[in-house]
Nanobody
């Protein structure tokens, strides 16, 4: 079974770039038809898909976040990363990484990390 673990700073200042890493075990980022995603859930709101990198290294982004989001990977470490620039307090959320067979993962399917809380505050 694939396991995913998010890591990164819990507190980021406004206007800075948020960087999170997802470490994958029990599976390879290059396995065909694997899609690796970042999703977030602000307090009191629903989940929001942010971006995905697939088994070939191609990236896909939520149009509403595309200008500020970058998803990349390091296959030697079996890790993929999220960078979100120019953060504001509205970016405060629980951030999850996930693996699915679809570009946009669905809750209840695939494999998800336990999540990491990120707060944007000065």
């Amino acid at each position: 079974q694939v396991q995913l673990q998010e890591s990164g700073p819990g507190l980021v200042k406004p206007s800075q770039t948020l960087s999170l890493t997802c470490t994958v075990s029990g599976g390879s980022l290059t396995t065909v038809y694997g899609y690796y995603s970042w999703i977030r859930q602000p307090p009191g709101k629903g989940v929001e898909w942010m971006g995905t990198i697939d088994y070939s290294g191609r990236s896909y982004y939520n149009p509403s976040l595309k200008s500020r989001t970058s998803v990349s990977r390091d296959t030697s470490k079996n890790q993929f990363t999220l960078q979100l620039s120019s953060v504001t307090p509205e970016d405060t959320a629980m951030y999850y990484c996930a693996r699915d067979l679809r570009i946009v993962p669905q809750q209840g399917s695939g494999d998800w990390g336990q999540g990491t809380q990120v707060t944007v505050s000065s």
